[in-house]
């Protein structure tokens, strides 16, 4: 938007959410999770609520003994990767990031659940900004654009259709 990144670093950061292979989760309950960061008085139950259904969490919730009261255990082990990729989802909800940077995010993810993941990028699309990096092509069939990389050097770039069918 015409300011360098350089003069509002720290702003830019506050922006982007980064969603790894390997999701952080902390050992404590779901709300906390979700909320990370945020002292427990201060968490908009409401806007927990709305991203929860959001990020397609809501069965879970009511699946769970305690609801978002359930402890998730160390690194979220009670979870399934979807459900801990959509509790990293509906984190970036809640604190309103606008720029989602999913970094091989379903590359240890079977088929199933990677189809999950790709149907919640196509549910942000045009909500918000996502840079998806992937080895599978699958994962990237809803992007806008398409750039593949080769040794760090561009060998390919445009829809989906163009890279994947040249």
Not at 42 to 48: G, H, N, W
Not at 73 to 83: A, E, Q, T
Not at 85 to 94: D, E, F, G, K, N
Not at 127 to 155: E, F, N, P, W, Y
Request: hydrophobic share 35%.
């Amino acid at each position: 938007n015409g300011t360098k990144l350089t003069s509002s670093l720290a702003e830019w950061h506050s922006r982007v959410a980064y969603l790894p292979q390997d999701v952080f989760l902390i050992d404590d309950t779901l709300r906390k999770n979700v909320a990370l960061g945020e002292e427990d008085e201060t968490i908009d139950e409401t806007k927990l609520i709305t991203v929860l259904q959001q990020a397609r969490l809501s069965n879970l919730v009511s699946e769970l003994t305690f609801g978002e009261e359930t402890v998730l255990g160390k690194h979220g082990v009670r979870l399934s990767g979807s459900k801990r990729q959509r509790v990293a989802l509906a984190r970036a909800r809640y604190h309103s990031r606008e720029v989602i940077l999913l970094d091989e995010a379903t590359s240890a993810l079977d088929n199933e659940t990677e189809k999950e993941i790709v149907d919640e990028i196509k549910r942000l699309k045009g909500q918000k900004t996502m840079v998806v990096i992937a080895h599978r092509l699958s994962t990237l069939k809803h992007c806008d654009k398409v750039i593949c990389l080769d040794r760090g050097r561009i060998v390919n770039a445009g829809t989906f259709q163009e890279v994947v069918r040249p």
